[in-house]
């Protein structure tokens, strides 16, 4: 039978259903005190719902194709992750909107037309490209928030902490998986590559464009938006010597390498390390 799962053998998708008391950290700026930090956060956490669902969907999509029974049982476990984030996250984002006075119906309404237009003028085996390009960015973001440096840009208040963490794990265990679907059916290399590489380029365009709306939307609400100090912060926070987005940038860029695989970035001591967190007795 022909290989189609390149996540290793010893990485387990597992379906952990967390859940998550965030409502007094949501009600105030739980990342360092900062509100460009925490808006940052908190506009990602609005695209996750929506998005993540459609994530599922075009990977199931194609899950009657994959022979590989090891495979076809990520494909499951990796579905059974994302709902559960999806869960975690529409509580997170109407408990964040209520106490904070944002507009979830602003803010998930103009994703959902999105995704409404992009299904209808995108083919299936697109929106799987972009779903594996948007994998490959939330395992990237995921390293950050895994590794030593994950302290470095200030406090985040322990709740928050938990389940942003618990998220890149989880991301990071199945970040392959929409990957080898894709790989498996799509059988000429050369428009394989090409689309896998341009889906990239597109999926990282509109996400930016949802979270700096989100951002705008919420740092507005707060009476922050015009703050120059806020802004100076945070992009020192994204883009500075050690920023959040400057840190990433050399993984990212790896997706338009030739014959590219996810776990060519192996991940695995993160994990593990993550893993015996959750074992602390702290």
Same mark, same amino acid.
């Given at each position: 039978?022909?290989?189609?799962?390149?996540?290793?053998? *010893?990485?387990? &998708?597992?379906?952990?259903?967390?859940?998550?008391?965030?409502?007094?950290?949501?009600?105030?700026?739980?990342?360092?005190?900062?509100?460009?930090?925490?808006?940052?956060?908190?506009?990602?956490?609005?695209?996750?719902?929506?998005?993540?669902?459609?994530?599922?969907?075009?990977?199931?999509?194609? /899950?009657?194709?994959?022979?590989?029974?090891?495979?076809?049982? +990520?494909?499951?476990?990796?579905?059974?992750?994302?709902?559960?984030?999806?869960?975690?996250?529409?509580?997170?984002?109407?408990?964040?909107?209520?106490?904070?006075?944002?507009? $979830? #119906?602003?803010?998930?309404?103009?994703?959902?037309?999105? &995704?409404? +237009?992009?299904?209808?003028?995108?083919?299936? &085996?697109?929106?799987?490209?972009?779903? /594996?390009?948007? *994998?490959?960015?939330?395992?990237? $973001?995921?390293?950050?928030?895994?590794? +030593?440096?994950?302290?470095?840009?200030?406090?985040? +208040?322990? =709740?928050?902490?938990?389940?942003?963490?618990?998220?890149? /794990?989880?991301?990071?265990?199945?970040?392959?998986?929409?990957? %080898?679907?894709?790989?498996?059916?799509?059988?000429?290399?050369?428009?394989?590559?090409?689309?896998?590489?341009?889906?990239?380029?597109?999926?990282?365009?509109?996400?930016?464009?949802?979270?700096?709306?989100?951002?705008?939307?919420?740092?507005?609400? %707060?009476?922050?938006?015009?703050?120059?100090?806020?802004?100076?912060?945070?992009?020192?926070?994204?883009?500075?010597?050690?920023?959040?987005?400057?840190?990433?940038?050399?993984?990212?860029?790896?997706?338009?390498?030739? #014959?590219?695989? =996810?776990?060519?970035?192996?991940?695995?001591?993160?994990?593990?390390?993550?893993?015996?967190?959750?074992?602390?007795?702290?």
């Amino acid at each position: 039978m022909k290989q189609e799962s390149y996540t290793p053998a *010893e990485i387990s &998708i597992q379906l952990r259903n967390k859940r998550h008391e965030l409502t007094d950290s949501l009600g105030r700026d739980w990342y360092d005190n900062h509100p460009f930090k925490t808006a940052w956060f908190n506009a990602m956490s609005i695209t996750f719902p929506l998005g993540e669902q459609s994530f599922i969907d075009s990977v199931r999509c194609y /899950a009657v194709k994959i022979t590989d029974p090891k495979l076809q049982r +990520e494909i499951r476990h990796f579905c059974g992750q994302e709902g559960i984030h999806r869960r975690e996250h529409e509580l997170y984002n109407e408990t964040l909107c209520k106490e904070r006075n944002y507009s $979830l #119906d602003y803010l998930e309404g103009r994703i959902a037309r999105k &995704i409404k +237009e992009s299904n209808a003028k995108l083919r299936p &085996i697109q929106r799987l490209a972009v779903t /594996a390009a948007l *994998e490959h960015i939330t395992a990237i $973001l995921a390293e950050r928030m895994l590794g +030593e440096d994950v302290d470095a840009h200030g406090v985040i +208040e322990p =709740p928050m902490k938990e389940l942003w963490t618990w998220h890149a /794990a989880e991301e990071m265990e199945h970040k392959a998986v929409a990957f %080898d679907v894709y790989r498996a059916v799509t059988k000429n290399k050369p428009y394989r590559e090409k689309m896998r590489k341009s889906s990239l380029r597109l999926a990282t365009f509109f996400l930016m464009q949802d979270i700096i709306v989100g951002m705008i939307h919420m740092l507005r609400r %707060d009476k922050k938006m015009w703050n120059l100090r806020v802004w100076i912060e945070g992009m020192q926070f994204l883009l500075g010597r050690q920023g959040f987005i400057r840190l990433s940038w050399p993984a990212y860029k790896e997706y338009f390498k030739e #014959d590219f695989h =996810p776990w060519q970035r192996d991940t695995r001591s993160l994990l593990e390390n993550w893993e015996k967190g959750q074992l602390s007795p702290d």
